[in-house]
């Protein structure tokens, strides 16, 4: 049997756009999230943040997650979120249900930096060291053949170092350069999302406390319903 496979996925929790109570909401689940994360284990990254026009809140926030099962955990989760209780912003406010969601983004494949996309050119090393240095084409120039990405190195007057230095250094930098594109990516899906949905939430919340009413999702009623109607069709054959 072989072992589970580790996946990587991007979750949004969003106001999208809702008021400052809705925001603060965003920040309460934050928390849930991030504790229900820790408690299995899973490895996560804050990868984008959009702050709300109240102190502690936000309008969105968005983690990468890694870990085997994330499908069965994420499906606890994702949806919309409803909160009940009265506005800390307007106590006057007769609006006692809010309502954020929780999304999966469809982020672009990682790239994956392997030894065969790599392509090393020596070359003459530069700066302090005087002539001894430029004797020796000991700089390594590291290119990722995929996406064009270079790193120079001249650390060590060793050229086999430097290509381990070099292979370290554009690993890096490809992840670097593919982190800012989702952060980008986010960025422009948070910016034109703005409508969530207020039906059937995935979770309850109530109070201050944020007390939960887990409300799961379940077809119980509608395959009721189906043997109801089926035995009503069985009685008139």
Known sequence: MGKPLIKTKIIQITSGRGPAE????????????????????????????????????LQSVTVKITGTNLSLFLSQWLGTIQWVGISAYRPKHKRKNWFISINQIKSTEHILVTDKDISYQATRSSGPGGQHVNKVSSAIRATH?????????????????????????????????QEEHLKTEVKNLWENHLNINRGNPTRIFKGYDFKIQKREKTFKK???????????????E
């Not at 925001?23 to 990868?47: N, P, R, S, T």
């Not at 509608?222 to 008139?236: S, V």
């Open 22 to 57: 809705c925001c603060w909401v965003v920040a309460q689940v934050l928390k849930l999230f991030l504790e229900a994360l820790q408690i299995k284990d899973f490895d996560y990254k804050i990868i984008h943040r959009e702050k709300g026009t109240e102190n502690t809140t």
């Open 145 to 177: 053949q995929p996406t064009k990405t270079q790193v120079l190195v001249m650390d060590s007057r060793s050229q086999h170092q430097n290509k381990k230095i070099a292979k370290l250094r554009l690993i890096e930098k490809v992840n670097q350069l």
């Open 222 to 236: 509608q395959r009721n319903q189906l043997k109801k109607e089926l035995r009503e069709t069985l009685k008139t």
